[in-house]
């Protein structure tokens, strides 16, 4: 067991570096597609260019060899505790060393660990248990931590407690781990004296309870929880630490209103690219859904050698084949059964709803916008109030030729941005940063701002006209009409917003838009899913869409007025005219 050897000193039994790269290698090659789906082989090349990353000058993170050796060193040296294995202790699997390589071979430059919340998906019975254990041990004892607080939470207390349980007996049949840090061993926690720290099992009902400061939550079969209140709480009282863990566990489950839809498509779209959160590790195995967009085909649901894809601890335990075998004959013969074998079995979503934009065109269209160049250019503008607590935008559109050209402002309340950064998944405090959120307000949005900033355009840009959409706002339209800012009311439905999303998807399919790689808009397509009237005409839908689509909402209208302008008329002729309404 570990000691209280420096680092330089302790040397390790094997290069576990060097079987997490295997393992991404073998993820990527062709020849294994079969084995490794997309969004593991997307971890792949997000860990191997990470490491590339880290070697460059000026890199925001380190890869510390001996950090991600040394967690998997210390999980080879727990027992097992459940079932029969030709050896006394665990023996990792190379998924299981990929991930831990990653979650603490990766280094902030003052030394604490890069990734602060990591979600490990995969389906039952893949000992995703047995991994959380070590590294909630790990965080207990080994990380330096003072006073460290280890939580297994879920919804019910019995949920809570199978993590816990699995570490509690291996530290009970662990004795040069109990000395080597002090362990006592109790009835519902873990003492561990050497540091202060203690490790116990918490649900939803007991989670108001004073006194919490945990550096190390695992929140087990995330899918479960009906609502975000348990993440909220705890989240809130880890505000002190400086080095915490944030270490999601699932199986998918069946729809909910709950957290994980919304973590689950966040991690899909760090592993893209479509975020960059290098706070995040995302590790999602599962059989592959058909999507043209990312270029995979559906799995055969009974197709043995796609099942580890969702299962890559089958090729070493011959007893989960068998069991995996079983219930597909059963899903097979019996209806009943067909729907939890996909998802607990093949981990798949119990619904998979699409996107509506081809992320790997739009991401194309990344074209800077001259707004110097487009200010004699008549443009449209298209205005979505529909949100007071969060995001508002209003953007231009500019129709140059056959290409589409937009730019847009988006503004927030510093609550929000509070709420986003206390739940670690979106970035808008670098976008705040960055110039591409504006904060306005502070619990909701100051329309003042936003107001002074369509003046500004109508004095600076050619604008023809406003679109927008009067839910939240009619006293600031009332004022902008007023300050003879054109705008025209946009129907919020299929009828309005067809036409312009089939102009907008026209464009960007064949890379005639340009976005400037705008990272909020990019991140409010990724979101957008839409819905079809009984005429198939197509509308944003903002019930089902994951998470904001303000500003592609506020692009589809723009587009949508002056798709009308440019029907009406010879369009060159028009452009060439200079016409300015509202001028």
């Given at each position: 067991m570990p000691s209280a050897k420096t680092e330089s000193e302790q040397t390790h039994d094997k290069d576990f570096v060097a079987i997490a790269k295997a393992y991404a290698k073998k993820a990527l090659d062709k020849k294994n597609r079969k084995r490794f789906g997309i969004w593991i082989r997307l971890a792949a090349q997000r860990f191997l260019d990470d490491l590339e990353r880290a070697k460059k000058k000026g890199a925001p993170f380190k890869f510390d060899p001996w950090h991600a050796n040394d967690v998997c060193d210390f999980g080879e040296k727990l027992p097992h505790v459940e079932g029969k294995w030709e050896t006394p202790t665990i023996v990792l699997h190379e998924s299981h060393v990929f991930f831990l390589v990653q979650l603490f071979g990766f280094r902030n430059l003052d030394g604490t660990r890069r990734f602060t919340t990591a979600l490990f998906a995969i389906a039952r019975k893949n000992a995703k248990s047995t991994l959380a254990a070590v590294i909630a041990l790990y965080c207990q004892v080994c990380e330096d931590e003072a006073g460290p607080q280890?939580?297994?939470?879920?919804?019910?207390?019995?949920?809570?407690?199978?993590?816990?349980?699995?570490?509690?007996?291996?530290?009970?049949?662990?004795?040069?781990?109990?000395?080597?840090?002090?362990?006592?061993?109790?009835?519902?926690?873990?003492?561990?004296?050497?540091?202060?720290?203690?490790?116990?099992?918490?649900?939803?009902?007991?989670?108001?309870?004073?006194?919490?400061?945990?550096?190390?939550?695992?929140?087990d079969e995330l899918h479960a929880h009906k609502n975000?209140?348990?993440?909220?709480?705890?989240?809130?009282?880890?505000?002190?630490?400086?080095?915490?863990?944030?270490?999601?566990?699932?199986?998918?489950?069946?729809?909910?209103?709950?957290?994980?839809?919304?973590?689950?498509?966040?991690?899909?779209?760090?592993?893209?690219?479509?975020?960059?959160?290098?706070?995040?590790?995302?590790?999602?195995?599962a059989v592959d859904e058909k999507s043209e967009d990312l270029g995979t085909e559906a799995d055969d649901d009974f197709d043995e050698e796609a099942w580890h894809k969702a299962n890559p601890l089958m090729e070493v335990n011959p007893k989960l084949l068998i069991e995996i075998r079983k219930?597909?004959?059963?899903?097979?013969?019996?209806?009943?059964?067909?729907?939890?074998?996909?998802?607990?079995?093949?981990?798949?979503?119990?619904?998979?709803?699409?996107?509506?934009?081809?992320?790997?065109?739009?991401?194309?269209?990344?074209?800077?916008?001259?707004?110097?160049?487009?200010?004699?250019?008549?443009?449209?503008?298209?205005?979505?109030?529909?949100?007071?607590?969060?995001?508002?935008?209003?953007?231009?559109?500019?129709?140059?030729?056959?290409?589409?050209?937009?730019?847009?402002?988006?503004?927030?309340?510093?609550?929000?941005?509070?709420?986003?950064?206390?739940?670690?998944?979106?970035?808008?405090?670098?976008?705040?940063?960055?110039?591409?959120?504006?904060?306005?307000?502070?619990?909701?949005?100051?329309?003042?701002?936003?107001?002074?900033?369509?003046?500004?355009?109508?004095?600076?840009?050619?604008?023809?006209?406003?679109?927008?959409?009067?839910?939240?706002?009619?006293?600031?339209?009332?004022?902008?009409?007023?300050?003879?800012?054109?705008?025209?009311?946009?129907?919020?439905?299929?009828?309005?917003?067809?036409?312009?999303?089939?102009?907008?998807?026209?464009?960007y399919m064949a890379g005639k838009l340009a976005h400037g790689n705008d990272a909020v808009l990019n991140w409010n397509a990724s979101n957008l899913v839409a819905r079809q009237d009984q005429n198939l005409n197509n509308a944003p839908d903002k019930r089902k869409s994951t998470e904001k689509i303000d500003d592609m909402a506020a692009l589809l209208m723009a587009t949508g007025v002056s798709l009308t302008a440019a029907s009406q008329g010879d369009m060159d002729g028009f452009l060439k005219s200079g016409i300015k309404a509202g001028r």
């Open positions: 280890v939580i297994t939470a879920a919804t019910t207390y019995d949920q809570a407690s199978i993590v816990f349980k699995v570490a509690k007996r291996m530290v009970e049949k662990t004795s040069d781990l109990r000395e080597a840090f002090s362990m006592g061993v109790f009835a519902k926690a873990i003492a561990s004296y050497s540091n202060g720290g203690t490790f116990k099992a918490l649900h939803a009902k007991a989670s108001t309870q004073d006194g919490l400061n945990p550096s190390c939550t695992v929140l975000h209140d348990l993440l909220n709480v705890l989240k809130s009282a880890a505000g002190a630490r400086g080095n915490p863990l944030w270490l999601y566990l699932t199986t998918e489950g069946y729809d909910s209103p709950g957290p994980w839809a919304e973590e689950r498509e966040f991690a899909k779209k760090v592993l893209r690219g479509l975020v960059q959160a290098d706070h995040y590790l995302a590790i999602y195995y219930a597909a004959i059963e899903a097979k013969e019996k209806p009943g059964t067909y729907g939890e074998f996909k998802i607990k079995r093949l981990n798949r979503p119990s619904s998979v709803a699409g996107g509506w934009v081809n992320l790997t065109k739009w991401r194309e269209c990344k074209g800077l916008v001259d707004l110097e160049l487009l200010r004699g250019v008549p443009c449209w503008g298209g205005l979505d109030l529909s949100s007071t607590n969060d995001l508002t935008s209003f953007r231009l559109v500019w129709r140059l030729e056959d290409w589409l050209y937009t730019y847009g402002w988006r503004w927030v309340p510093p609550a929000a941005t509070r709420r986003r950064v206390a739940r670690g998944l979106v970035p808008y405090q670098s976008w705040v940063e960055s110039g591409l959120l504006i904060e306005s307000g502070e619990e909701v949005i100051d329309y003042a701002p936003i107001e002074a900033k369509i003046l500004e355009v109508k004095e600076t840009f050619n604008l023809q006209l406003v679109a927008y959409d009067n839910w939240n706002a009619p006293q600031l339209t009332q004022r902008l009409k007023q300050a003879s800012v054109p705008m025209e009311l946009f129907r919020q439905g299929p009828q309005s917003y067809h036409p312009a999303m089939q102009d907008l998807e026209l464009h």
